[in-house]
């Protein structure tokens, strides 16, 4: 992880970690919660390089969230969270016939810091939610996706070498909360996860020291659909 990955993930740990304390000393609800569940990261581009045409997007992966929410008040609250998971890019060429389709793994893992808003009351203990945050992404190829890129190439061009890619992102959604306890409950979440597109280290126009591109842009959309247990501390 870079520094600035490093720096991120140390200040969000010790301000939930401050916040937590503090919290559970004066009696609060504090909740911690682990999840699981799937991801689709849309961001589709087509484009052409050493003269032929190539289509890239991302398989759905599934991802493991950890984190936890600290109350300001009855509604309101602050939710920091972890997650690791995949969404491997795919280059597909769409000269070949058949189409040939080259995936390459890598890492996604994510640090957030967000605001949610709880329904004032619950019914029959389910009570709904809205969050949104900002977000720090390390879009990190691993040892198979860089054999993958020096072995196969990218989009024909031979021996690339794939970096990790840092994106500050934003994200936005809601859930569902059941109190099957006093200490334990069920959540079920759905958000979108807004970055810029990741571009692995590759440049966005060929060069002569960068041969290999990836000429992408705008905004890469994740959405998340997750489901898992919440843990209450407190009073």
Known sequence: MSMT????????????????CTTVAHGEDVRLFVMGGGSSLFNQNTFTQNSQSWRSD??????????????LNKIIAIEAAYSFGHNNPRITNLTASPNTMTGYDVD?????????VHAPKSTLGLRPYLVAGLEYDRFSPTSV????????????????TLTADNKFGFNYGG????KMAR??????????????????????MATATEPAVFPVSGIA????????????LGK
């Open 58 to 71: 991302y398989a759905t992966g599934g991802k493991l969230i950890v984190g936890g929410e600290v109350p």
């Open 145 to 160: 996706g860089m054999s993958a890129a020096s072995t196969s190439g990218f989009a024909g061009t031979p021996d690339v």
């Open 183 to 204: 200490i334990l409950g069920l959540r079920f979440d759905v958000r979108d996860h807004l970055t810029g597109s990741p571009h692995f280290g590759l440049a966005s």
């Open 175 to 178: 859930g569902i909360e059941w």
């Open 5 to 20: 990955g490093k720096k991120v993930l140390r200040r969000m740990i010790t301000t939930l970690a401050l916040c937590l």
């Open 221 to 232: 959309h994740g959405l998340e659909y997750s489901a898992g247990l919440v843990f209450r």
């Open 108 to 116: 996604n893992r994510r640090v957030s810091g967000d605001l949610v």
